[in-house]
């Protein structure tokens, strides 16, 4: 069982910055993979950011160059810096964790519950 917390939301003007933060319930050595995704009105969730335990990462293009997701194992937080913010970044962003069971080829998802981030024009 792994629980998720996100803070760091808030309205930003565009151009502006925020940093999200995730923290788990475990040591996040024992994740995969952890990354942020985010959900306008009316549209799916789609992936922003994440990274695995070897510390690669993938971004979405639509953030490359502005948003940088790291991780802090001694705090076991992951960290999404987001930089040079539009309005279409404006949307509800959740922190997920994924734990891999290969025996049972498994995949099990964690999310958190989920902060708003609104960039005003």
């Known amino acids: 069982q792994v629980r998720l917390v996100e803070s760091g939301g808030g309205l930003v003007q565009a151009g502006g910055s925020l940093r999200l933060s995730c923290e788990a319930s475990?040591?996040?050595?024992?994740?995969?993979?952890m990354g942020w995704y985010r959900q306008a009105p009316g549209k799916q969730r789609d992936l922003v950011a994440d990274i695995t335990s070897g510390s690669r990462t993938n971004y979405a293009d639509s953030v490359k160059g502005r948003f940088t997701i790291s991780r802090d194992n001694a705090k076991n937080t992951v960290y999404l810096q987001m930089n040079s913010l539009k309005p279409e970044d404006t949307a509800v962003y959740y922190c997920?964790?994924?734990?891999?069971?290969?025996?049972?080829?498994?995949?099990?998802?964690?999310w958190g519950q989920g902060t708003q981030v609104t960039v005003s024009s």
């Open positions: 475990v040591n996040i050595f024992s994740i995969n993979a």
């Open positions: 997920n964790a994924k734990v891999l069971v290969p025996t049972m080829t498994t995949t099990y998802n964690y």
